[in-house]
């Protein structure tokens, strides 16, 4: 089975290909508690919403800006750029933060809540 490496992952936020180095996505699903008397005691589950968050980072190009970004945004994160393998999600962006070291590279984070569904091809 092949393994996916970093170097080949593509951040693409409304069809335009960020200079983006590094993306994270957490998918969480409720668990709702349905014990009933039949369960020996035992608390039982159903499997209830799913939310989502999603964190890109990487080295800010000069024609970033807060603009760029609309609010909700289509978010595709690809593991390959050969390839669909990866998430596509609405994303509704929560923050924005710029950073800059001394010596270093300036570098954007940004954060933001899945709303809607999110489509995942692994």
């Known amino acids: ?3 996916y490496i970093g170097k080949y992952a593509e951040i693409n936020i409304d069809g335009v290909i960020m200079p983006f180095d590094k993306w994270s996505i957490n998918i969480k699903k409720d668990a709702i508690e349905s014990t009933s008397f039949k ?3 035992i608390r039982e589950f ?3 919403q799913s939310s989502g968050d999603i964190t ?3 080295f800010v190009d000069s024609t970033i800006s807060n603009s760029d970004f609309a609010n909700p945004a289509q978010i595709r994160l690809s593991m ?3 390839d669909n393998n990866g998430f596509v999600a609405l994303v509704v962006i929560t923050n924005i933060s710029f950073e800059l070291e001394t010596r270093g590279p300036a ?3 940004i954060t933001g809540t899945v709303t809607g569904e999110i489509t995942a091809t692994i």
Do not use: E, K
């Open 39 to 41: 369960s020996n005691g």
């Open 46 to 48: 159903v499997s209830g």
């Open 107 to 109: 570098r954007v984070n």
């Open 1 to 3: 089975m092949p393994y």
């Open 56 to 58: 890109v980072s990487g």
């Open 80 to 82: 390959s750029a050969t």
